[in-house]
């Protein structure tokens, strides 16, 4: 297992209120009540109907695995750290995000793995969102 850097994310007005909750360990999505669209990446509008009549909920943080590759050979502030994964999980609200998988051998990662949120912190005051495999 590789360790993977946690370099602090861009924050906007946007996403401000969604980086915020991961300093508590709370993966926000957002859901549009227009349309009943869930929402990922955070945004002021719904991409399926245009509103901005938005809320936003915490989010369970299980998933599974949709697709992934394995990097071997990281580039930039990831040259350090190869192998990792990153995938797109499909989270259990239906949204699918890009992602780390952590905290398993990178040949053992399979489409279809369950898997949930787990936290690293950027030491700026939220964390990133990574995943684990679940049992």
Known sequence: MSTLPNPAP???QANKAF???TAEGRFQLQ???ACDTVLWFPR???PSCWTENISTFDASGKGIIYSFAVIRKGAMLYKEAGPFVVAY????EGPRVMTNIVECD???VKVGMPVEVVWH????GNALYRFRPTA
């Open 19 to 21: 980086w915020d909750a």
């Open 121 to 124: 912190d950027t030491g700026q």
């Open 44 to 46: 002021r509008q719904c």
């Open 106 to 108: 990178v040949d053992a």
């Open 10 to 12: 861009l924050v906007t």
């Open 89 to 92: 999980v499909e989270l259990a």
């Open 31 to 33: 859901r549009c009540n």
